[in-house]
């Protein structure tokens, strides 16, 4: 506070009261005395800034609408919302130029600011005062209206952030956006919701579900169109840097624009000069755009599909007995407390659920993490186990026990959120009522429901008449000396696990030095099985660069690794990607999205489903585990149905010290869970009806001629 006060006194001393620097000065002097709770003596000082903003700068200037806003944020504070709702517009005002509206229902358009980031904190703060307001009224129909305002605030926001998001020009800037955005997303779920229980209506459900779909797809939307992208997709060097230098120059344009409109006397001739260069710079990039896009089909497919499904859309994919459960979790306690939703959709019904978590939910996300380990396996004690399938206890009545009366069957898909990603669903643990120590005891989930996964309702897969080959295409590398990884271990139970495979699906196995990164690329448009018995890295800062590990010939100069950016821009066409590889299904734990994997990658390129693995798995009893998935696939079940038999197959035949999660657990089933081969019992049964429909038709259709020409 002294070298404030001393900062002041120079100012003023040196350049008068109303020097620009001053308001700055006074700007951050407010904060510091809003931090120690001196609220009124904050106001005094944000009061003075402004003061100095309107008379430098005018009333259509960045810095004015701060200290507008800041005022709006001292109201609010106080519980005098109504004026924090005339400030906040005032703020609106100065920072949109054709905007003058003094109605507080009124916003400008998203693309009218002078300083986009500016404009949004206006509209976020808005939108909470219209929410509070709306709390600390009883009439209820000035409750729904100022709801209503809010949410429609909020849409404003969420539009912003989008056309922000597309101006960045760095994938760092854009994850950032997209993470320290989320909030926003859930304040409009949280007001939508609010609506929805006053109302009853269920567009209020819809706008709930489209908003948390909205922010899923921020981060992919983002990764797809990354510029990374395009030096693996074949495109021509100098189309490349046109679009580089586009996007820089761009970018620089922006800029100057805010720095000019922030001087004391911005020149209006320059900053309408630039604003004409921005105007042909984007018309030209919008061109390259849909140029890139003629020469690179697997990209749009990408791009649509990324948009976020109605719940009407999602119902019409579902199959009888299906139920998604999508989850969307804050990332921000407030007083201790975080919100969870939770959307259930089934073919008849969409029900939305608000609840809280506290910071048990971090505690025991983490000792599943840790527990469900290698490490964590070998040194499993007493202690250990109690705490384990305590979290997995714990986690069964948070995130489904509310959930199970609404359910239509026992096949869940889970769409998960950010930290829920890494949670084994099939070994939460329900009852604890009376069993004996020893994991061969517990109340497994697996026994109860048929788990599938995905990682956005807009991936989930419509019913198609695709045909694929019942053939498998296998990929086991041994790895060498000469491979790029100095301590490459060969996996040895990958070939076990085939054996079984291979008695019912005829195709081909690539082992050794064979299994290399271009046979791969050679076939994945087949319509097969592929199967990738292989090492895999995962990136933990930047999933386009985990990668899975081939084989390489010692005379061949191919690199044996695919990473995750070039399979997201292929096109395979296979009903089943079965990633037998340490962690294929982990990665960067994006808070928009979840992790971001390799697995995910698959999805995206085009499999119809992919199995992943959630953790380091043991050879041997995946290889079980894996072998039994197929036997079970053969015989006609569906790919979710054939990976939970092959894991309760695994529990019991296998010793109580094996039944460990982590044993089992890993192994998860992402997207379509249809069967590959068509059960032959079913099949015998369907020919068996249409012979006996058939038979009945010919019979009536017989005997009615016989007794048409008797009545004649």
Known sequence: EKYFKKSLESFEKEYGKDYYRTAEVWFEYGKFLQSKGRETEAFDANNKALVICRKVYGEKHPLTALAWKNMGDY??????????????????????????????????EPASALFDIRLLEILKSKAVAFEKLSESQIDRA?????????????????????QIRSSYTTEENKMYLAENEKETYLQGVHTAFKLYKLTDEIQYARDMYTIAGRCKAAVLRSEIAGREYYFTAGLPDSLQERQKNLARNIAAYTHLIIQESSQIKPDSNKISAWKDELFEMNRENEKLGQKIDSMLPGLKVLQQKTGPLEPEEIQKRLKSGETVIDYLISDQYEDGRKKLYTFIITRKKFVCLESEVDSLFDVNTDIIKRLLSPRGALLMNHDSYNSLIAALHYMYHTLLSGVEKHLSGKRLIIIPDSEISYLPFEAFIGEKSSFQPGFENLDFLIRRYVFSYNYSSSLLPERSGKRFKQRLYAFVPAYSSNTSESEVRSLEGAGRELEQAYLHFKG??????????????????SGAIMHLAMHSVADTTDSRFSYLLFGSRPDSEERPELFSYEISLARIFSPLVVLSACNSGSGPLNRAEGTLSIARSFVLAGASSVIRTSWDINDETSAEIISSFYKHLAKGKRKDDAMRQAKIDYLNNKPPALHNPYYWAAYEIAGDTDFIIKNKKCLL????????????????????????????
């Open 508 to 525: 081909r196995y690539f082992y050794g030095d064979k299994a290399t990164r271009s046979g791969f690329l050679n076939v994945m448009g």
């Open 75 to 108: 109201f609010t504070l106080t519980g005098d919302f109504r004026k924090a709702l005339e400030q906040y517009q005032r703020a609106l005002i100065s920072i949109s130029p054709d905007f003058s509206s003094e109605d507080v229902t009124d916003n400008p």
């Open 685 to 712: 049964l369907q020919a068996g009806l249409i012979v006996i429909i058939v038979f009945s038709s010919t019979f009536y259709l017989r005997r009615r001629r016989i007794f048409k020409a008797l009545s004649r």
């Open 142 to 162: 000035e409750k729904i209206a100022n709801l209503e305002n809010s949410l429609n605030t909020i849409y404003i926001a969420l539009n912003l952030i989008e």
